[in-house]
């Protein structure tokens, strides 16, 4: 089992900035990919980014050059580095981390609300 916590949702103003982290833990020996999700209101939940074992990444294209993912496996965490904030990135953020099994655990998300 993995409990995983994300942290570091706000209010912020357009063109603002935000750190979100997510801290896995338990069976932690057997994570492998980790990822950030969300879902804005009235929409359906969307993949924003994901990070393999060694570091390797992918977006969305609506987030492409403006977020960035990156893991510390020594901390079992992983950031999602958020520039250049947009209104239509107004979510909740989830944070998933996949095991060997390849089961899926996820947080319970953290509300990013971004004015105009």
């Known amino acids: 089992q993995v409990a995983v916590v994300e942290s570091g949702g706000g209010l912020v103003q357009a063109g603002g900035s935000l750190r979100l982290s997510c801290v896995a833990s338990?069976?932690?020996?057997?994570?492998?990919?980790m990822a950030w999700h969300r879902q804005a209101p009235g929409k359906q939940r969307e993949s924003v980014a994901h990070?393999?074992?060694?570091?390797?990444?992918n977006y969305t294209d609506s987030v492409k050059g403006r977020f960035t993912i990156s893991r510390d496996n020594a901390k079992n965490t992983v950031y999602l580095q958020m520039n250049s904030l947009k209104p239509e990135d107004t979510a909740v953020y989830y944070c998933?981390?996949?095991?060997?099994?390849?089961?899926?655990?996820w947080g319970k998300g953290t509300l990013v609300t971004v004015s105009s």
């Open positions: 998933t981390a996949r095991v060997w099994s390849g089961a899926d655990y």
């Open positions: 338990g069976s932690t020996f057997s994570l492998t990919a």
């Open positions: 990070i393999s074992p060694g570091g390797r990444t």
